[in-house]
Antibody, heavy 122, light 112 residues
């Protein structure tokens, strides 16, 4: 069974940093592109970042470009999101999501983690 | 960015009745080289992550009940639930993957 388990969320002050992690099991994460998608409280879904299977291809939504960094460690079946310079607008549930097709850009998402809660507040 | 507009924002349907959700794209998501529409539908129940229902506008994922069906082409798409069950209460999202960034509709809340 494919599973994605996220961790690393919590309360962070504006301007602070946080690192989210997502560990995959039941499949070889290293052969899939992966994404981060977030959902602000009571709001819809927003794609924020993509990484190709090898880790060299990455892409970001304009809302996080220059502040967030996506990375992966295929040996550990793990995906990461380094969040720097956070603001209240980054408060959301963050989902890691497996890309069903992509090896060059994001497509659609066939498996999702349970969600990681990030709250930015002083 | 491609904008997806879903309608209605919410709907209430009786058990066993049909529910229909629309998704309109600001530009065509039909990829001419393979004649596939780059549009997916998701179901999100409270407190849960989204679940993929269909891709390529109408290809149902394994394990998804056949009461769920997607249709449409180009800029206009529909998700239908033929006979609504209590387990179908959720928010439904369309998503385009024709261009980067992939974008989602604002969601449609289905209640009984």
């Amino acid at each position: 069974e494919v599973q994605l388990v996220g961790s690393g969320g919590g309360l962070v002050q504006p301007g602070g940093s946080l690192r989210l992690s997502c560990v995959g099991s039941g499949f070889n994460l290293g052969t899939y592109s992966m994404n981060w998608v977030r959902q602000a409280p009571g709001k819809g879904l927003e794609w924020i970042s993509y990484i190709g299977p090898g880790g060299s291809d990455t892409d970001y939504a304009d809302s996080v470009k220059g502040r967030f960094t996506i990375s992966r460690d295929n040996a550990k079946n793990s995906l990461y999101l380094q969040m720097n310079g956070v603001t209240a607008e980054d408060t959301a549930i963050y989902y890691c999501a497996r890309d069903a097709w992509g090896n060059s850009r994001p497509y659609f998402f066939d498996h999702w983690g349970q969600g990681i809660v990030v709250t930015v507040s002083s | 960015d491609i904008v997806l507009t879903q309608s209605p924002e919410s709907l209430t349907v009786s058990l066993g009745e049909r529910a229909t959700i629309n998704c309109k794209s600001s530009q065509s998501v039909l990829y001419s080289s393979n004649n596939k529409n780059y549009l997916a539908w998701y179901q999100q129940k409270p407190g849960q992550p989204p679940k993929l229902l269909t891709s390529s506008a109408s290809t149902r994922e394994s394990g998804v009940p056949d009461r769920f069906s997607g249709s449409g082409s180009g800029t206009d798409f529909t998700l239908s639930i033929s006979s609504l069950q209590a387990a179908d209460v959720a928010v439904y999202y369309c998503q385009q993957y024709f261009t980067t960034p992939p974008t989602f509709g604002q969601g449609t809340k289905v209640a009984i």
